[in-house]
């Protein structure tokens, strides 16, 4: 399969795989072969200091961290395929069969687009919807230098330091109760924190209506999350005005880019804390 029919199988900018059992290395290098690079792209100096991502993830598979998701830029440049920007969403099994679980989130790259990134997440199960935490939770960055390997694998833990954090954050925000007002308020600076200081093509209203029943409610939480999903995974039908103002309809795109990903799900969730502390003071 060419690299254009990929991108077209899982999204115009990225494909990936995910699923509820760890993914093996088949799976992984069928849909995500940068992690199986074995060297660095040409571009790279003789002081990069060069660890494929496929040898972190056996080394966390040791210390009982699996993967469930991974996706693969597809650069413009097809001689940078195999060495394309890439994210890995790991999580111990014991989180399965629980409503939401904390994930450790790698992204990284062997062409010098990106140092090895670790992030705090979170998925919910009932719609596979998988949340980044946001700014006031820990952010480790790993040049490509020096012991990478262990760097990283502390790094993980260091993240992990964060998840009873991050679940108590969820469980307050699971607490707050908020008004039709409040939820189109959180749905507009959403959409702010979406399309920048361009006219959102969506309204606060079509980003907070839940895509399923379980997802209806009033809680931060479940608001939050069903913004979230509108915001990130697209396909809502909206409209917008020309350069010659004429209304153009149109349907809202997901985000497939991994730096897009990772900045907007982390604004979205320190705008749902921002939320929190004025309903709760």
Known sequence: MSIHQLATRFGRNA????????LDNEALYRHVPSIFA???HDSRSERYVYVPTIDIVEGLRREGWFPFFAVQSVPRDGNRHGHAKHMLRLRREDGIGKPEAAEA????SHDGTSAFQLFAGMLRFVCTNSMI???RFEEVRVPHKGNIEHDIIEGVYTVAEDFPRLIDASEMMK???LSEDEQRLLGEVSLVARYGEDKSPLTPE???EPRRYEDRGDSLWTTFNVIQENVIRGGLSGCKRNAEGRIRRS????????DQNVTLNRALWTLAEGMQRLKTG
């Open 15 to 22: 494909h990936q795989i995910s699923g509820r059992e760890p």
């Open 38 to 40: 074995r060297e660095a």
């Open 105 to 108: 989130i790698i992204v990284n």
């Open 133 to 135: 935490a946001g700014e």
């Open 175 to 177: 607490g707050v109760r």
């Open 206 to 208: 079509q980003i907070i």
């Open 251 to 258: 349907r809202s795109r997901p985000i497939n880019g991994i």
